[in-house]
T-cell receptor, first 114, second 114 residues
Framework: DQQVKQNSPSLSVQEGRISILNCDYT??????FLWYKKYPAEGPTFLIS?????DKNEDGRFTVFLNKSAKHLSLHIVPSQPGDSAVYFC?????????????FGAGTILRVKS | ETGVTQSPTHLIKTRGQQVTLRCSSQ?????VSWYQQALGQGPQFIFQ???????GRGNFPPRFSGLQFPNYSSELNVNALELDDSALYLC?????????????FGEGSWLTVV
């Protein structure tokens, strides 16, 4: 039972354009969502998060949008840079449970072409 | 640099053997969790330790066990290794055991079982 889904295994974007990574979830008990970036041979690096009481959170070039009714979130990267090329994981944390239990999607490989 | 350090970085074990992986959490973090990431998948939650006690467990058999020490460092032990245990093992730490805390990952320990 895959509770967090990233349906696009890969995405290719031109440098300077917008990258949009999507994530869907099924468990309505999720109340906190995070995006991580992962380079090969490294651990996931925290990028940005959003609480279920918000619908948008912005940090520099990164913006996360949450649509609770659709159980959908997206990460926007503007402008995209070649250094953004990595695997991006969406993760969700269930309310009222231990905070380190993150449920991850399978990841989306982003390639930013220069 | 997340402040979460793991050792060893790579190791090879034989089926049936036992392995211990170690993790030092970020300073000030009292919650540690462990994840298994198989190739092509997102990390899967194994268990979490909060103030030296197991505080949640994912869908992993009892041969996966752990410890958290008074300084909040942690160990993951896997007994009776199977070929399918070959994966990247990630340690993550956060301040507090509740949802909403940012979770930081180490670079992982690559385990190969032959």
């Amino acid at each position: 039972d895959q509770q967090v889904k990233q349906n696009s295994p890969s995405l290719s974007v031109q440098e300077g354009r917008i990258s949009i990574l999507n994530c869907d979830y099924t468990n309505s008990m999720f109340d906190y969502f995070l995006w991580y970036k992962k380079y090969p041979a490294e651990g996931p690096t925290f990028l940005i998060s959003i609480s279920s009481i918000k619908d948008k959170n912005e940090d520099g070039r990164f913006t996360v949008f949450l649509n609770k009714s659709a159980k959908h979130l997206s990460l926007h990267i503007v402008p995209s840079q070649p250094g953004d090329s990595a695997v991006y994981f969406c993760a969700a944390s269930p309310a009222l449970e231990y905070g380190n239990k993150l449920v991850f999607g399978a990841g989306t490989i982003l390639r930013v072409k220069s | 640099e997340t402040g979460v350090t793991q050792s060893p970085t790579h190791l090879i074990k034989t089926r049936g053997q036992q392995v211990t992986l170690r993790c030092s959490s970020q300073s000030g973090h009292n919650t540690v969790s462990w994840y298994q990431q198989a190739l092509g998948q997102g990390p899967q939650f194994i268990f979490q330790y909060y103030r030296e006690e197991e505080n949640g467990r994912g869908n992993f058999p009892p041969r996966f066990s752990g410890l958290q020490f008074p300084n909040y460092s942690s160990e993951l032990n896997v007994n009776a290794l199977e070929l399918d245990d070959s994966a990247l093992y990630l340690c993550a730490s956060s301040r507090g055991g509740s949802s909403g805390n940012t979770i930081y990952f180490g670079e992982g320990s690559w385990l190969t079982v032959v």
